[in-house]
Each structure stands twice: as structure tokens, then as C-alpha cells.
């Protein structure tokens, strides 16, 4: 390349940068320069080190949202790609209207999070909820259910809301990946007589790796700043139980502690990148590359 | 350096907002009046907004905040870190009145007798370093609903005084209303876990518990503090008057309508349910009537103090007119017409013998007693964190995941660490 076309690259990239460097990274550098004072609205602002991360690790309200995060990461994660992936492979094969099952399964992907939350408390309401009915009418249990109303509960009742949520988003990355799967590639296995579950493991899960690997890094990353669900649904509770990282350091944000939020949202960043880069790893992409 | 920094980050995210604003401001003096609430709420504030505007020539536009209080604390918090010079006015939860004022974030409000309004609320909320910082636009004190329909149906002469009583007579009339409703519980209140729960505890609590201040620094775990703990997770658990949805589901409004569908012999709440509950439609209508908050064993009875205060911001380039603008909505005139239009309780003392306000109102005269007798919550800027601390301790204790003593005993240490970090001590 010659050093006009390198200079005409910049310039065309230049915008991008621009954004980026605007709205991200200086973001970031902002809040991780905050992270190290006392910053408290109604005192007076210190630098004060690693103070604000050492008395996070002291705090149990932090313990415990740290906990329920990967929890939650742990659970509703895998569960959202596996279904992602059943659904996908449902819908890579043909049938009649496949196009409109397609566009439908997208349907709880475009509703905005806050919407699936007011959704869900319907749902799970104690008095007239729809779980609650449906238990009294199919005659399964007299009694109604009290679905928030102890930590386990509530957490999978926020799994079963967020996989409803996120789910056709897995699955609509995973088909996007089966398609790009050549399909003479199935054509020489059946000659070779492989079965459903030998032409799945063999061709469709090795060949599909890089995108199930993109897959499980989106939804991790999306999974560990969980906040809107739980906002709407328990906004923490029962007893602080299902309270999310992102939701504590709102809290902080919003009591005028914008030193001790600050480290909050710096933690759930550097945990939000190992994850990408075990991903990464994972997925081996530098490799590929060369 | 380090203050331009700060400037920076605030102000990055409020560029679109401002530019709207610059654009459209031509360079007289307008007063900018951030105001969330109900829509029936804005249109009353529109109303007093146009009166002012037409009897003073001072431009005033209002700068709409979500409904939801903490969205409201969360947007002005913002804007005023960033100390920009909108909005000028606001309105403030009297529960964060003392984050804002030691920000130094009011400005002191100068030339108001404060003589017509509660003088307990201005002394203990309003006043900051001996200077008026703010003003009662609307008062708020928990209250007690009673049906007294029920009450007198099985022969009880009145509301009951103390919570025992409250205890006894729930369990008295619930099982012979469950027949025809199964829903019907004795006693429904606020105790999930949002603020609501942290007024309803005080008010359990009664005269010698709640926050208590020992040399400077607050402290919940006390014997008369554990016993109202135990005392709300067992009307839910242990005599079933209050429902089991109490401390997932019940909110104010959750509560008022619970109670308005004729499903509860008693209510606690804040007195804007009156109006509702007397509505064409509510089942409750004429059956209802209002108590103070029943009291503790050996303690008197606290109401917990709640309502929305007007300030200033020190920021604003508009000072003076935004002080004139203060002084119109809470002057008699223009209290008594968001009175009349809304039914709000007035900070104004004077409002409550007006006639015309009476004649509409009947229920008033009990309220000014109730206000006049409110106990605030504690006056500290870090009121928020020890709150939210303590909300998740009770509400803990409600859904059974700690005992009391266990809750109360780990509140103070949180509460302790807390302020260890600020260094107060």
C-alpha cells in the first residue's frame, strides 16, 4: 500500500474513529478515572487509590450481586444457545411457510426489554397472573404459586423471562450459520450412511463452531449486564437476592456515589472482557485467519 | 483540570438535550421547571405555570421528568452534578432534600415568611446552614383506612389505636368475610422493597424505634426495631391478615386497589388514596374512614413524613425570576388552586381552614393534625444507601431468607461500613 492509500484509508475510517473515541472509549477512560476517588456529590472529591475496590470486596451486597450475575450467566446462557440451536435447526430444513415462521420467532427479540418485563409480571402475578391461572384451570395445584416471592423463584422465573427474550436472537445467528453450511456436505454423508446425530456431530457442530462461539460471547456479554428485567420484575428482591451487578451500580449511580458506581461498572467491564477473550480463544479466530 | 474533566463527562451526554434548549431560548430570562407526575398532576401545573406566566411576563417551560421518583432523583442528580444552569426550578422528594442541600446544590430562598406553612417541616427538611433552601409544595404522612362498615357490622366501636388491637380485630373479621371472598385479608401495606417499605417499618415501629442517631451515626438494630420486624413478617406469616404478595407485589397502588376492591378490613396509606377510594366507582365508597397510624406496645404512634418540596438551583442564570416564580405555587392563592384541582394536601397550614377548601375536603381537618405530628425521615444525605440497605434487610425478613435479629444486626454493620468509607464518623 502506498502511503496516499493508507492516508485516504484514515480518512474514510476517520468518522468511525471519531465515534468511537467519543461515545466509547472515552466513556470508559472517564468512569475507570473515577473509579479511584470519592466522588460523592455532597463530599468533597479525593483520589483515594484503590480504596473504592477494596471496600467492594468487603461489601456483601457486592458478593451477592456478583454471585447472582454469573449464576445467571451460567444458567440462562447455555440454556438460550441450546434452544437457539434446536430452533435453528428446525428451521434450516424446509417446510411450508418457513419464511413467516422465521420473521415470527423474531417477535420476542424486537420487544424492547422493559415491555418483557411488564409481560412477565403478568404472568407471574400471585393474584391473577397467567401462570396462576393456568395452574388453577389445568388443575394442577389449587393453590397459587408465589413465583418471586423466594430467591429461587425469582431467579428462574428472570431465566424463563430472559431466555423467552433472547432465545431467537441465538437462534437467528446459529441459522445464519447452518445456511453457510455447504449442503453437498450433507449430500456426501448420507451417502455414507450417517445418520440425523452423525451428520449433526460430525458435520453441522464442527463446521458451526465459530458462530456458536460468537453466539455464546454475545449472550454472555448481554446476560452479565442484565438490568431491565430485573428492574421491572423484582428490582433486586426478595432481600436483595437477585440483584444484578449493573443494578447495584445504578443504585450507586443514583445516590450520588459516582466514585463507588464507577468501580462497580469497571468491574463488570473487565469481567464482560475476560469473558471475550476466552471466547476468543475459544473460537481460536486469529488462527483461521492465517 | 480535574473540575473541567468532571464538567465534560456530565455535560457529554446532555448535548442533545442542551442544544434543543439554546436553540430554542431566545436571550430574555426563562426560568426552566423540571416536574414529573401523574398527567392529571402536569395539568395542574400547566394551569398554575400559564397563571404566573400571565401575571408576571416571565417566561416558564416545563421540562418533563419520568413519573417514576427515583427516574426523577436519577435525572436531576445528573444535571445538577454536571452543574449546568438547567433546570432552574424543580421539585424534590422531601427524602432527598438533604442529599441536594449538602451538594450545595439550593439556593437559599430569601425574602418568604415561612410563618402559613408546618414550621416542623420547614425547621427539620426545609432549612439548611439556618437558610431556607427549599418549600413544602404538598404534604404527605402515612395514614390509616378502615372500613368502617365492617368495624361497626361486628359491633367495634372504632379504628384501632394500637397495632395489637389492629391484630386482634383483623383476626376477628377475616375468616367470616373469607367465605364470600377468599381474598380478603385483615391488613394490607406497603413491604416490597422500594422506599415504601422503609416508612411503613418506621411507622411499626412506632415513637421509640426506627433510626435512631447515637453520636452522629445511625443504627436500626435495636429491641424495639426487631420487634417490628418480626411483627410485619408475622402478620404475614404467622396470623395470615396480610397477604402473602405483601412484600413482592405491594406498592401504594397495589395496596389501594387491593383495599378498593373490597378485599381488606384495613389499609395504610398516604392520604391521596382518599380521593380514589371516595370515587363513583370504588366499592369502598362511604365505608371508608381515616386514622392515625395505630402505635406500638408502651410507644406513641409515628406517621412517617413524605411530600414534594421546591427549590432553586444555585446553578440557574435565572435566579430571581425562578424565586418569583417559587414564591407564586406556594403562595394561598396558588396552593389552594392545585388543592381544588388535584385534592393535593397543601404544605401551607393556613389552606386547611379555608372554607371552600373544607367544604370539598371534609377530611382535612384530621390531616393537618397528622402533619403536624409526621416524623421525618432522618435529615442525612446518605439517606438513600442506608435506606436502600435496610429495605433489603426487612424485605429479606419478609420473604423469609434471614430472621430478624440476623437482618437488623447485619443493617448496622452495612450501615457502619457505609459510612466508614465517607469517613463519617
Not at chain 1, 99 to 112: E, F
Not at chain 2, 163 to 192: C, H, K
Not at chain 2, 221 to 248: C, G
Request: charged content about 20%; glycine content about 8%; proline content about 5%.
Amino acid at each position: 500500500m502506498s502511503k496516499s492509500e493508507v492516508r485516504e484509508g484514515l480518512a474514510f475510517l476517520m468518522p468511525l474513529i471519531l465515534v468511537l473515541v467519543i461515545f466509547i472509549l472515552l466513556g470508559v477512560l472517564f468512569t475507570v478515572m473515577d473509579s479511584f476517588f470519592r466522588d460523592v456529590t455532597y463530599l468533597p472529591k479525593k483520589f483515594i487509590g484503590l480504596e473504592n475496590y477494596a471496600a467492594l470486596f468487603g461489601d456483601r451486597a457486592f458478593r451477592q450481586s456478583i454471585e447472582f450475575t454469573f449464576l445467571f450467566v451460567l444458567v440462562s446462557v447455555p440454556l438460550e444457545v441450546f434452544i437457539g440451536l434446536v430452533i435453528a435447526l428446525v428451521l434450516n430444513e424446509s417446510f411450508p411457510l418457513r419464511g413467516a415462521v422465521r420473521a415470527s420467532i423474531l417477535i420476542p427479540w424486537a420487544i424492547p426489554n422493559a415491555v418483557t418485563g411488564r409481560i412477565f409480571e403478568l404472568i407471574y402475578n400471585y393474584s391473577y397472573g397467567g401462570a396462576n391461572y393456568l395452574l388453577r384451570t389445568l388443575h394442577i395445584s389449587s393453590d397459587p404459586v408465589h413465583w418471586l416471592g423466594d430467591p429461587a423463584g425469582a431467579f428462574f422465573s428472570l431465566v424463563l423471562a430472559d431466555a423467552w427474550k433472547t432465545t431467537p436472537f441465538a437462534a437467528i445467528i446459529l441459522l445464519a450459520g447452518l445456511s453457510a453450511i455447504p449442503s453437498d456436505l450433507y449430500a456426501q454423508a448420507r451417502v455414507d450412511r450417517a445418520g440425523f446425530m452423525q451428520r449433526l456431530v460430525k458435520v453441522t457442530l464442527p463446521l458451526l463452531k465459530p458462530v456458536l462461539v460468537v453466539t455464546f460471547l454475545f449472550r454472555t456479554i448481554q446476560a452479565l449486564q442484565i438490568f431491565d428485567i430485573i428492574y421491572v420484575l423484582t428490582k433486586g428482591g426478595p432481600g436483595g437476592s437477585t440483584m444484578s451487578l449493573s443494578m447495584y451500580g445504578y443504585l450507586s449511580f443514583s445516590a450520588g456515589d459516582f466514585g463507588y458506581g464507577s468501580a462497580i461498572s469497571v468491574i463488570l467491564f473487565l469481567m464482560a472482557f475476560g469473558f471475550s477473550l476466552g471466547y476468543l480463544r475459544l473460537g481460536a479466530f486469529g488462527k483461521e485467519i492465517s | 483540570m480535574r473540575g473541567k474533566i468532571r464538567r465534560i463527562k456530565f455535560i457529554l451526554p446532555l448535548i442533545l438535550s442542551h442544544l434543543l434548549i439554546c436553540c430554542s431560548s431566545s436571550q430574555e430570562a426563562r426560568v426552566i421547571f423540571a416536574v414529573g407526575g401523574t398527567p392529571a398532576e402536569l395539568k395542574g401545573w400547566e394551569q398554575l405555570v400559564n397563571g404566573f406566566q400571565w401575571r408576571s411576563g416571565i417566561p416558564i417551560e416545563i421540562l418533563l421528568l419520568p413519573a417514576d421518583t427515583d427516574q426523577q432523583r436519577q435525572s436531576l442528580i445528573i444535571s445538577l452534578e454536571a452543574g449546568v444552569k438547567n433546570p432552574d426550578v424543580f421539585l424534590m422528594d422531601v427524602g432527598w432534600l438533604a442529599l441536594f442541600s449538602h451538594s450545595g446544590w439550593l439556593e437559599p430562598l430569601k425574602g418568604i415568611d415561612t410563618a402559613p406553612f408546618f414550621s416542623k417541616v420547614i425547621e427539620l427538611s426545609d432549612t439548611y446552614q439556618g437558610n431556607l433552601v427549599a418549600l413544602p409544595m404538598y404534604m404527605d404522612g402515612g395514614l390509616l383506612y378502615y372500613r368502617k362498615d365492617l368495624l361497626n357490622a361486628s359491633g367495634i366501636s372504632g379504628p384501632p389505636k394500637t397495632w395489637e388491637n389492629l391484630l386482634s380485630t383483623s383476626l376477628l373479621i377475616q375468616p367470616g368475610m373469607r367465605r364470600e371472598r377468599p381474598d380478603f385479608y385483615g391488613f394490607v401495606w406497603q413491604g416490597a422493597e422500594y422506599e415504601g417499605l422503609i416508612c411503613d417499618f418506621l411507622e411499626f415501629a412506632g415513637s421509640n424505634g426506627g433510626f435512631i442517631l447515637k453520636d452522629g451515626l445511625i443504627r436500626v438494630n435495636t429491641p424495639e426495631n426487631r420487634h417490628a420486624v418480626q411483627f410485619m413478617h408475622d402478620l404475614i406469616w404467622k396470623y395470615k391478615i396480610s397477604p402473602p404478595t405483601t412484600y413482592t407485589e405491594m406498592k401504594e397502588e397495589q395496596v389501594r386497589r387491593y383495599f378498593q376492591r373490597g378485599d381488606a378490613l384495613y389499609e395504610r396509606n398516604w392520604p391521596y388514596a382518599w380521593n380514589l377510594h371516595e370515587d363513583e366507582e370504588s366499592e369502598v365508597r362511604n365505608r371508608t374512614g381515616i386514622a392515625p397510624i395505630p402505635a406500638p406496645r408502651g410507644a406513641e404512634s409515628v406517621s412517617t413524613l413524605g411530600g414534594w418540596h421546591i427549590g432553586v438551583s444555585r446553578f440557574s442564570d435565572a435566579k430571581p425570576e425562578a424565586l418569583e416564580f417559587v414564591k407564586y405555587v406556594t403562595s394561598y392563592m396558588g396552593q389552594k388552586k392545585m388543592v381544588l384541582l388535584l385534592g393535593w394536601n397543601p404544605g401551607r397550614q393556613d389552606l386547611y381552614l379555608d372554607r371552600e377548601v373544607i367544604e370539598k375536603m371534609p377530611h382535612f381537618s384530621k390531616l393537618k393534625e397528622i402533619f403536624q405530628n409526621a416524623g421525618p425521615r432522618p435529615m442525612v444525605p446518605y439517606y438513600a444507601q442506608v435506606s436502600k440497605i435496610v429495605q433489603t434487610k426487612i424485605n429479606g425478613v419478609l420473604a423469609g431468607r434471614y430472621s430478624s435479629d440476623q437482618a437488623l444486626k447485619e443493617a448496622d454493620e452495612e450501615i457502619a461500613a457505609l459510612l466508614k468509607r465517607y469517613r463519617i464518623e
